[in-house]
């Protein structure tokens, strides 16, 4: 093993947006820290952020007065405005969020006022004429919302971005990738942080380990009462002599009962449309084919009380998403809801994704993002979307909070 006799100021496990945020608002408020980032992965962006849907949110959904509902919008804001100072690709192109029946109306006028109280610039009721304006073939709308702030944007080369930008304030920095962390151990003045291939000692760690955030935390000794449990989402992707059907962004009435906003329309950054995801527990956290399985995995989710009442509470819902995952037609029937005209041979098998749900014991879903300290740590132990949207508002707080909390000299 080589060993690193520098000792860091910070270490950031993690080399998703929230953890390369985090060590670039760090770094620039702060530009005499010596900062590590590891990240397990031989590349950055490997997981949530690189296999997310690209989208910029507005802040529509989110319970008004929420960490998530403030960090997405302010977050949005200055995604945004990173994006057009350092030249990555995006696009504010807008989206409508659309009723297609009378039940869905009482929720798009809830989702309209929570957009409202949220301060989302713009947002508007539009007729289903106004809707065949935006996407003519969106021909089942009765109601719809139109969300003009949302956008689409490459999330890698935010990251990418941000891994160049903090080094360049401070060269003793160091970002590096295949490091995956095994092992800390604690002392008095400084943590060992251990990788399959080195040693690191670090003064004060961040976590932003997103899918294994629950796991870091243990082994750091974090008390934490939820696990990570796995949800994997398929999509399609239209074909190329149907992808003039999609416009931009084309979203249905999110299940209320259920924390995803349902299979939706997206057109993607480096071209094409995409269609989906659903939700279904997978059976390995990374878990991006079908039948993906990893024994540790499935055994801490199917032995937690947690992941039990949460198939109990949903599962018609789960046994629907299932049947959906492995059907092509079922699919297309989903999706029709959107745009009636798609046929069978308009879509193909796309990618997949699998978002880190973090449950409570007694089944709840925790939807805000949830930040502790431990010790000499930070920990992220919940991050889900729109946590690429609201990435650099969330390191905006844990830069403040390791000034607090660390003492660090701004």
């Known amino acids: 093993m080589t060993q690193h006799s520098d000792i860091f100021d910070i270490c950031v496990v993690g080399g998703g947006i929230v953890g390369l945020s985090s060590a670039y608002k760090l770094q620039k408020r702060n530009p005499n820290l010596k900062i590590l980032v590891l990240e397990k992965e031989e590349k950055l962006s490997a997981h949530q952020t690189g296999r997310n849907s690209g989208v910029i949110h507005s802040g529509l959904y989110y319970k008004p007065g929420s960490y998530k509902a403030i960090t997405c919008v302010t ?25 297609t029946d009378k039940s869905e109306l009482p929720f798009l006028d809830k989702i309209f006022r929570t957009g409202q109280e949220n301060e989302v610039e713009g947002i508007e009721k539009i007729t289903p004429k106004q809707v065949l304006d935006i996407e003519p073939f969106c021909t089942s709308a009765i109601a719809a919302i139109w969300v003009p702030v949302t956008g689409i944007i490459d999330y890698p080369g935010v990251v990418y971005k941000l891994a160049e930008l903090t080094p360049a304030i401070n060269p003793a920095s160091q970002i590096l990738t295949g490091q995956q962390v095994i092992d800390i151990v604690k002392g008095e003045d400084y943590s060992e942080i251990i990788t399959q291939k080195g040693k690191f000692r670090a003064r004060q760690m961040v976590f932003c380990g997103g899918l294994f955030s629950d796991r870091l935390a243990t082994m750091d000794g974090a008390a934490t009462e939820a696990k990570i449990v796995g949800f994997r989402g398929d999509y399609y ?10 416009k931009n962004l084309i979203y249905p009435v999110p299940n209320p009962a259920f924390p995803f906003l349902g299979v939706h329309f997206t057109r993607m950054i480096e071209g094409g449309v995409e269609c989906g995801p659903n939700a279904v527990f997978t059976f390995k956290r990374e878990g991006y084919g079908k039948t993906d399985f990893n024994l540790r995995d499935s055994w801490e989710a199917l032995t937690y009380k947690g992941t ?4 109990a509470k949903h599962w018609r819902f789960g046994l629907d998403e299932y049947r959906r995952a492995f059907s092509k037609r079922r699919f297309l029937t989903q999706i029709q809801r959107l745009v009636p005209s798609l046929t069978m041979d308009e879509i193909v098998p796309g990618r997949s994704g699998v978002r880190a749900m973090a449950l409570g014991p007694d089944g709840n879903m925790i939807e805000d993002f949830n930040i502790v300290y431990s010790g000499n740590s930070i920990h992220i132990l919940n991050a889900p979307s729109p946590a690429a949207t609201a990435g650099l508002a969330i390191g905006e707080q844990v830069a403040e909070m390791a000034e607090q909390r660390f003492g660090l000299k701004v």
């Open 308 to 311: 039990w009442s949460l198939f």
């Open 75 to 99: 977050g949005r804001k200055e995604l945004v405005a990173f994006a057009k100072e350092y030249g990555v690709h995006h696009d504010v192109c807008g989206k409508v969020v659309v009723a």
């Open 237 to 246: 992707d239209l074909a190329p002599h149907a992808q003039h059907k999609v």
